[in-house]
C-alpha cells in the first residue's frame, strides 16, 4: 500500500477511530484482526508509574509490562520512558484508552501512526526474568566469565571479571590483575556494573 493510498484512505476515513480499524484489517496482514497483541508505548520522561496507573484503569494487571531493574536499593526503569501493553487495538476504545493516557507521548508504529506488534518472543523473554512485582534482579544478569567494573569503595572504577556467581548473601568473587598478578576479592553485587554486553 502506497503512502498516496495511506493518506487518501485517512481522508476518506475522518478520523483516526475509523481509519486504524478499516486500515488493519485490509491492508496490514501480519496483524490479525481481532488478536490481543503486545505492543510499546512511550511514556514523557519519568512519567511511566503515571501511565501504568492509567493504564491499570482500562486494562488488567498482566497486560501491563514495565519491567524494571534493581540496583541495591534502587529501581530503575529497564527501558526508561518505555511500556509495553496487551490489547485488540483494533478495537478504538482501547487505542484512544492509551493513546490519550495521562503521561502516554505516543504509541510506537510508523509514520501513519498505525502501531507496531512486538513479537511475542520479546515479551516472553522478559516475563521469564521478572518477578512476580516485575523487577528483575541485577545479579541475575550478571554470568560468570563477564568484564564488572567496581562503582563503589577502595576499589572503584578497577576493573575485573566476574569469577564465581551470585552467593546467596549477594556477593561474587571478582578476579582482577594488577601488576601481573591476580587479585581476587569477595564484593557485594551492588558495588558493581557490568560493562560490554
Not at 491499570?56 to 529501581?75: C, V, Y
Not at 575485573?160 to 556467581?165: H, N, S, T, V
Amino acid at each position: 500500500l502506497t503512502e498516496w493510498a495511506v493518506k487518501a484512505l485517512r481522508e476518506f476515513c475522518l478520523t483516526e477511530s475509523l481509519f486504524l480499524p478499516i486500515y488493519q484489517t485490509f491492508f496490514w496482514k501480519e496483524n490479525a484482526v481481532g488478536v490481543r497483541r503486545w505492543y510499546v508505548a512511550q511514556s514523557k520522561p519519568h512519567k511511566e508509574l503515571l501511565v501504568c496507573k492509567h493504564l491499570g484503569r482500562a486494562f488488567e494487571r498482566k497486560d501491563i509490562l514495565f519491567p524494571q531493574i534493581r540496583r541495591g536499593t534502587r529501581l530503575r526503569p529497564l527501558f526508561p520512558s518505555y511500556l509495553f501493553f496487551r490489547t485488540v487495538i483494533e478495537v478504538s476504545e482501547n487505542y484512544r484508552n492509551i493513546k490519550y493516557a495521562r503521561g502516554v507521548l505516543r504509541i510506537l508504529g510508523d509514520q501513519n501512526h498505525l502501531a507496531f506488534p512486538v513479537a511475542d518472543e520479546v515479551i516472553e523473554v522478559l516475563q521469564n526474568r521478572i518477578d512476580a512485582n516485575g523487577i528483575i534482579d541485577q545479579s541475575h544478569m550478571m554470568r560468570v566469565g563477564q568484564p564488572v567494573r567496581v562503582r563503589i569503595g577502595p576499589l572503584k572504577d578497577l576493573i575485573g571479571i566476574l569469577e564465581k556467581p551470585v552467593s546467596d548473601d549477594k556477593r561474587v568473587q571478582v578476579l582482577f590483575k594488577l601488576l601481573r598478578y591476580p587479585l581476587r576479592a569477595m564484593l557485594s553485587i551492588e558495588d558493581l556494573e557490568q560493562i560490554g554486553a
